[in-house]
């Protein structure tokens, strides 16, 4: 498959100044060429695939970024602007009063062909969700699906542009997008409000969207897929993991959700009482992640591989690889386990035996029988970790990443983690595995306030401190916010004891 390039080169290259556009002009590698940089008092830089190059020996002065200013469109919120019917961008960086001290001159390219590799699941109908870093071509993939539905299957498509980077800047879109029209946004923050404007006013079979980053844009994605519209859409975040990890855009692909089971249930599943899930149906059908320009991971079916991700069943992505001569190479991906029930719940593992055996590894074995006969419970201790259903262990051990319990997780053994080796602590995991420290109620609000710290360090970046909880709730407060890679740690002396999570 050929790919046939459109670039508008000379366009970006008449708004810079003349001393850098006629070097730039007989560049050997001009058509390589990815952006310009032009910072104030600085040596201008060109940046290609695989190097950077200073243009000149005179660094950029405040007459050379007005240059480039006054022949680029008007900067918008975002502070990009644009070259009327092009796909270029010009980005600016601006100092404290407002002025702008430094240009990023981005060249845009439409290429046609890049959508074969995926264009079966384009054409089925489904929604579609695109990840992948910056500069992998996320954009170009979004550009191209547009033209394809628009102009070969004859689809009405609304593409709703926020920044421009799809269809081109000005009022008539770039010939990238075919016949597909494009709803251009105000200002950023206005996206989700057009997202549902473009399916009440236009009457689309199809919605493409570049970067949902809000939870009010993935809301609207959720509104626009229950009304029966198509979305094809980009995302932040590189990978489903990523994803899942980022309580504001989870959602999308059905959210996540801690539940508490019932003790028959628990010890059925052969789980903690408290686990994640799926909490709805997913927005989008079909997730594919860009890894490369010419490799990508397909996951066809989003809701059973979210599922099984919460149960800990490693992803299992489907591959496509575009060869040299333009051929693609699909490695199927390996079955995945059953679906989950239609409320999204994991199908259980196979029944846990009424008795709890416990291997201890780390932890002091009189203490933890002594802790049995305190509490009461059907448990004792196994001396090997084939005769255990439960492995018992400090955290300190667990920081080390033991062989031993990475054994027991191959085996598929529950693990349980002590803070420290007093029967104190042996007590609470007994009271917490079969009978529970704390009602329904009080678990809930604790998640539910773990959940609410979590979104908001994630949003603004700094520590959250969460309220005192008993050592039972405080334990899944941390796990919680380990599922997204968050750092946390407990602050004080009991009963005030808490949770603080911290960023990344």
Known sequence: MTQRTLSELDLLLAVLPPRLREL????????????????????????????????SAEPVSRADLDHVVARVGTFGKDNRAGIERTLHRISAIRNRLGTIIG????????????????????????????????????TTLLREAARVLADELGKRVVIVDTSNEIAGDGDIPHPGIGRARRMQVPTPHEQHAVMIEAVENHMPEVIVIDEIGTEAEALAARTIAERGVQLIATAHGNT???????????????????????????????????VLERKAPPTFDVLIEIQERDRLAVYHNVAQVVDAFLRGVPLRPELRLRRPDGSVEVQRAAALPAAAPANGAAPPPPRRPQVLRIFPYAVNRSRLERAIRACQVPAYVVNSLEDANLVLTLKSQEK???????EAQARGVPLYVLRNNTVTQMVHFLQAVFD?????????????????????????????????????????????????????????????????????
């Open 400 to 406: 080390h990443q033991a062989r031993r319990l990475h």
């Open 24 to 55: 730039l002009r007989a560049h050997p590698q001009r058509d390589a060429l990815l952006e310009v940089v032009l910072d104030l008092g600085r040596l201008p830089e060109a940046r290609f695939a695989d190097h950077m190059e200073v243009l």
């Open 103 to 138: 240009l990023t001159c981005r060249v845009g390219r439409a290429l046609f062909g890049t959508v074969d590799i995926v264009r079966d699941v384009i054409e089925s109908g489904k929604s579609l969700l695109l990840l992948g870093r910056p500069g992998v071509g996320k």
């Open 240 to 274: 489903l993991d990523n994803l899942l990890r980022n309580p504001t855009l989870a959602d999308l692909v059905g959210g996540v959700q801690a539940v508490t089971l019932s003790d028959e249930e628990a010890r059925r599943r052969r789980t903690q009482k408290t």
């Open 436 to 504: 529970g420290e704390a009602s329904s109620s009080q678990k809930e609000a604790a998640l539910r306030e773990a959940e609410a710290a979590i979104h908001e360090v994630l949003e603004e970046g700094h520590p959250v401190e969460l309220s005192p909880q008993n050592t039972y709730l405080r334990r899944l407060q941390h796990q919680l916010a380990a599922r997204y890679g968050l750092f946390t740690q407990s602050l004080g002396s009991e009963p005030e004891r808490r949770v603080v999570i911290y960023p990344a």
